[in-house]
């Protein structure tokens, strides 16, 4: 357990944070439910701003902190809300682009230190990524310190202008499910069965239904395992907009695929997996590879984003958007158990070099306590 906030250990009053989350993908909503159990843990009081989905799905008051629905919206009067919570704290967090943006602006004319951990590499084309850099440079020099999950993000705060830019320690809790979590009433064979893929290979996708998670993608690639013997299931949990049109697909070209919906028993599934299948992932450290690596499950994974830097040697890699790489790299990793199970061993000691929760909640703990202890006189 690392030390409790200095505040606490000078008798000072607590510590009292505000988080801001907007609609939040799974890791920085995972990460922030992780940071507000070990500020709460190191007597830190945390409020969490963020809609009630997010607080349905991540439960911030079970892991003590308070919170106050916020709409995702920048608008006048989400922004005022905003600023009233923020009225009387020592220290603000906001998490992702749109939601530093609103805290930039309800912190406005403060002088409260504003910390923005930047999880994802957003990207825009046209119009839009000339509103993208106008909003990461206002971010960036209204924040007090950029805290980046990748170094890419780090470099990437600096050049829009960020006075103190840091690389973050970013852990995700393991999913119930893996390394020893799995429920005895549920061994894998069973799992399997469930899913329908007893007796073939078993391949696991984990993301929303929507456009630019790499679904088609991962279509295009499924067209090629159609003629292995046995062909392998893929099974994608998620739910989105999408659904209908990869649905239709699935079924116009008898895809070996299996849409199953949103799952509170991802870690249950990946256990149950022989490959797990990261076709795209826009964050910078992305669930699923670190749970599939914790969970010594070989990852085929789209070389993007943060992807290289958090797998390293741990994951098989093939070029951003290339179905035919895609279909290939499966293929070539189901005909090779050898290779399937350097893989699980690389990938169990990768996940072992990666922050813990602890150190995660530790590093972030200095930092608030740098930017709220009194400077002493010179």
């Known amino acids: 357990m690392s030390p409790v906030s200095s505040h606490a250990s000078h008798g000072q009053s607590p510590l009292r944070t505000v988080q801001v989350l907007g609609g939040g993908n799974a890791g920085s909503s995972a990460h922030v439910r992780s940071l507000a159990a070990g500020l709460v843990a190191r007597g830190v009081r945390v409020t969490v701003c963020a809609p009630d989905e997010t607080d349905r799905a991540y439960d911030f008051t079970g892991a003590g902190a308070a919170h106050v629905p916020v709409p995702r919206s920048s608008d006048p009067v989400s922004v005022a809300a905003l600023r009233t919570i923020c009225s009387d704290v020592d220290l603000v967090h906001a998490h992702g682009l749109h939601a530093s943006f609103r805290a930039a602006l309800a912190l406005s004319g403060r002088t409260t230190p504003l910390v923005v951990t930047w999880h994802n590499h957003t990207r825009a084309e046209g119009p839009r990524a000339q509103l993208l850099r106008l909003l990461e440079r206002r971010v960036a020099k209204a924040a007090t310190v950029v805290l980046g999950t990748t170094s890419q993000l780090v470099d990437r705060a600096r050049r829009r202008g960020a006075r103190d830019a840091r690389l973050a320690a970013v852990a995700v809790?393991?999913?119930?499910?893996?390394?020893?979590?799995?429920?005895?009433?549920?061994?894998?064979?069973?799992?399997?069965?469930?899913?329908?893929?007893?007796?073939?290979?078993?391949?696991?996708?984990?993301?929303?239904?929507?456009?630019?998670?790499?679904?088609?993608?991962?279509?295009?690639?499924?067209?090629?395992?159609?003629?292995?013997?046995?062909?392998?299931?893929?099974?994608?949990?998620?739910?989105?907009?999408?659904?209908?049109?990869?649905?239709?697909?699935?079924?116009?070209?008898?895809?070996?695929?299996?849409?199953?919906?949103?799952?509170?028993?991802?870690?249950?599934?990946?256990?149950?997996?022989?490959?797990?299948?990261?076709?795209?992932?826009?964050?910078?450290?992305?669930?699923?590879?670190?749970?599939?690596?914790?969970?010594?499950?070989?990852?085929?994974?789209?070389?993007?984003?943060?992807?290289?830097?958090?797998?390293?040697?741990?994951?098989?890699?093939?070029?951003?958007?290339?179905?035919?790489?895609?279909?290939?790299?499966?293929?070539?990793?189901?005909?090779?158990?050898?290779?399937?199970?350097?893989?699980?061993?690389?990938?169990?000691?990768?996940?072992?070099?990666?922050?813990?929760?602890?150190?995660?909640?530790?590093?972030?703990?200095?930092?608030?306590?740098?930017?709220?202890?009194?400077?002493?006189?010179?």
């Open 173 to 378: 809790p393991r999913p119930r499910g893996t390394a020893g979590y799995e429920d005895p009433e549920r061994p894998r064979s069973k799992v399997r069965a469930e899913l329908g893929s007893t007796g073939r290979p078993l391949l696991i996708a984990v993301a929303a239904l929507e456009r630019h998670r790499g679904h088609e993608l991962l279509l295009d690639a499924a067209r090629g395992w159609r003629d292995l013997d046995p062909a392998p299931l893929v099974v994608i949990a998620g739910e989105g907009p999408l659904r209908p049109v990869l649905q239709r697909r699935i079924e116009d070209e008898e895809l070996p695929v299996r849409l199953v919906g949103r799952r509170d028993d991802v870690g249950e599934l990946l256990a149950a997996a022989d490959l797990a299948l990261l076709p795209r992932s826009g964050e910078s450290r992305s669930v699923l590879a670190q749970e599939a690596l914790h969970a010594g499950v070989p990852l085929v994974a789209a070389r993007t984003g943060g992807i290289p830097e958090i797998v390293g040697d741990a994951a098989e890699l093939f070029p951003h958007q290339d179905a035919k790489a895609f279909t290939a790299a499966v293929v070539r990793l189901l005909g090779d158990p050898g290779r399937r199970e350097a893989l699980r061993e690389r990938g169990i000691r990768q996940a072992a070099t990666w922050p813990t929760e602890d150190e995660t909640v530790a590093q972030v703990l200095s930092v608030y306590d740098e930017l709220t202890q009194p400077q002493p006189l010179i």
